[in-house]
């Protein structure tokens, strides 16, 4: 069984301005109830909370996989695709183009390989691109952003990481495939997983 953490609880939100704002509004209550000190809202923004659990697999050596910054990812997608040697008027655009792309194939949970029984030319040109940036990764030992909730998924339960008994999470209208995966992966290590349901605003 993987150890807990002190706080029971974990809250995880879809991005960095949500967690700010539930700060926020917990500082708020406290000193509107009187309070000086206070313990912290234990809440994250979910890429944050994997970025965390990463690092820990470092420390314990369950992998030397060196994660990339988003600025590093973009480079090497860069690289990628001046490689190509097509001569591409804005390389730096199709890059982000890439880059994009290739986060939603993950997100999605698609393999790669199901890209080339598309005829076109553009899916061509990414997937030459994607086997491109994907052997410079395995060769220097990164890992992307985009598998990292895969990466993190396949750990649980199989390395001892610290999680929370509870985690809630918010903001998220609905989780992807790759998002469920990572819960579902949660639940099956004995952690109890809540989602707000956002009640829709009138138009």
Do not use: Y
Not at 76 to 82: G, K, Y
Not at 130 to 142: N, Q, Y
Not at 166 to 187: C, M, T, V
């Amino acid at each position: 069984m993987p150890p807990r953490m002190e706080n029971d609880t974990l809250i995880l939100t879809v991005n960095n301005r949500l967690a700010r704002e539930l700060r926020r509004q917990h500082d708020h209550r406290q000193a509107a109830a009187g309070l000086r000190v206070w313990p912290s809202l234990p809440v994250l923004p979910l890429d944050a909370w994997l970025r965390e659990r990463h690092a820990e697999l470092v420390d314990l050596g369950e992998t030397d996989r060196v994660l990339l910054t988003p600025h590093q990812e973009r480079l090497l997608w860069e690289q990628s695709v001046r490689e190509d040697g097509q001569g591409l008027m804005q390389p730096a655009a199709a890059a982000r183009t890439a880059q994009d792309a290739w986060q939603r194939l993950h997100q999605w949970r698609l393999d790669l390989d199901t890209l080339a029984h598309w005829p076109d030319e553009e899916t061509a040109r990414f997937l030459q691109w994607a086997r491109r940036f994907e052997t410079a990764c395995e060769a220097e030992g990164l890992l992307s952003q985009a598998l990292l909730p895969d990466r993190v998924a396949q750990a649980i339960g199989a390395a001892p990481l610290s999680l929370p008994a509870r985690i809630e999470l918010r903001g998220f209208d609905s989780l992807n495939p790759q998002q469920a995966h990572l819960i579902a992966a949660l639940k099956a290590a004995g952690c109890e997983v809540v989602e707000e349901v956002t009640p829709a605003e009138p138009g």
